[in-house]
């Protein structure tokens, strides 16, 4: 059974370099990234069998981006390993590692032992769990050959376990940022009063090579004069800043006026306006205008025939906080109703509803049968409603037409679910993901190449508050695809710090 682990046996022709590493893989790190296989350069690879039964179970999950990714997984290996004797003593890979399928000796029943399995079961006395059995088998491989042995996971479970039998552990860092993005949301740039005056008059100001140096494509900046004077401006390569472009307000169709209420309010307003700009990433904490400024300015662009966009696409995962409450009845429209909630509140702010009136009856001489059935149906029209009844406003009115139900209806808005948007093309739309920090960077470049000439695309979140328990702060699909984006010409980003919700909503997202 030990010539099972071919690849790393000493009688194999596949040889073990020295000097690399050996990677063992879960199972959630072929479902995050399946292209993981090719990305540890010249290291050696170790795949235990029982990751092929946990993606076999997987592989049946038609609509998810999970099954998919495990049936990719499994052409990649088919593909690698054609057949037994592959399978038995490994291959290598092109870029130099090798890689091999794990059956550890050490879990047939009348096995032998060894003192990492005695105290593996010590410490984990349950090998049913698939989990304590990929660990066993990343012990196997680390006694029996010299490189050091590592056990790569997201399940930051699985990594302290491994560390407590000790096994070295860790994270996919392939698309991991280089570090959190804690850096202020702009950059000051110092000029002098005649500097900024010029600034004023002309609409647009050459830094210089060294002033210009640090900042990226599509930055915004903040001008400040010895003085204390400032202007807000964009950085457009080559050391030119030029001023913003807003108008004096945006506004949905029927809707109310809709100002930024501070600098960086100003900064998201002049991206989401400007038709260079086909994608747009911006972080913000709870409370800073992401939803309201988004949606506004989506709307005051598509309000007539001139408009740039066809209509708005509103998204975000369906990844619940806390305890999930089961499946939802209804359409796709009424399911993703609870997920979309802050965008139906967001158009209850910027389009007012209005009581829909009942015409006014006829004033004309009637005989008295038909006056006593006027007066009925007047008597029954402002009847006391039951209290489960709304009336939906004064006497003779209907219920109340949601603003946003109008807009579904007509097909300005569209409701857009992830799980069935591989395959479509989405052209002349304004695209707004939300909550994109539940994403993984595969998931996000999965929308992001849904879009079509004449669209754009706004991915909204805050990297702080992750639910999905396999990306953190610094390896989900927003702050990805921010970090490899940063200086692209159709690409910007906004970071929101200032909220604007109300004083509790402030303190609380800054103090609890």
Known sequence: MEKLSGAFAPTSGIRVAAKVKTFVLDTNVLLHDPQSIYKFEDNNLAIPVEVLEELDAIKGEQSTERGRNARRVHRILQELLPDSRSMHEGVKLANGGTLSIIINPYLVEGGRSSPAMDRLRAILPDLSKKDNRIIAAALFVQEQFPPPTILVTKDVNVQLKARAVGLESEDYLNDKVPEVDDEASYHELPVNLYELQRFCSEGEFDLGPDASKPLYLNEYVLLRSDEGKTMPARYYG???????????????????????????????????????????????KAGTGKTLLSIAAALHQTHDDQSRYDGVSISRPVIALGKDIGFLPGTLEEKMKPWLQPYYDALEVLIPSKPQKEPQFAAKKVSKKKHKKHDERFLAMNAPQPPHVSSGGSHGSLPLVKPYERLLKSGLVEIEALAFIRGRSIARRFFILDEAQQLTPHEVKTVITRISEGSKIVLIGDPAQIDNPYVDSRSNGLVYCHNRMKGQAVAAHVKLTKGERSKLAELAADLL
Do not use: W, Y
């Open 238 to 284: 080559e050391g030119i800043v030029r001023r913003l472009k807003l108008p004096d307000f945006v506004k949905a169709p029927g809707g109310i006026s809709i100002r930024p209420r501070n600098l960086e309010q100003q900064f998201f307003l002049d991206a989401l306006l400007d038709d260079s700009i086909h994608m747009l990433t911006c972080f913000g």
